[in-house]
Nanobody, 115 residues
């Protein structure tokens, strides 16, 4: 069994920054992709950014140039540095870990961008 524990959400003013962290524990294969998704009220969950074990990344167009995803494989931890935050970034952010035949989700952390 794998557990994902997220931290780092909160309330921030427009233009501010936040850093999310997600630590994975349990039986984790080295072939995996970790990432962040978000879900705003009344909307479907959407991809924010993902990163492979080897460091290849993919970002949603809405966050390119503002968000940076990174990971520490020794700690099984993925990070999301969010800069220049906008009110439309407000959502619950979910950590995700994909391995062959497995798909795990964190409990979610709220990010609110408001003045």
């Amino acid at each position: 069994q794998v557990q994902l524990v997220e931290s780092g959400g909160g309330l921030v003013q427009p233009g501010g920054s936040l850093r999310l962290s997600c630590a994975a524990s349990g039986s984790i294969f080295s072939i995996n992709v970790m990432g962040w998704y978000r879900q705003a009220p009344g909307k479907q969950r959407e991809l924010v950014a993902v990163i492979s074990y080897g460091g290849n990344t993919n970002y949603a167009d809405a966050v390119k140039g503002r968000f940076t995803i990174s990971r520490d494989n020794a700690k099984n931890t993925v990070y999301l540095q969010m800069n220049s935050l906008k009110p439309e970034d407000t959502a619950v952010y979910y950590c995700n870990l994909k391995m062959p035949a497995y798909d795990y989700w964190g409990q979610g952390t709220q990010v609110t961008v408001s003045s």
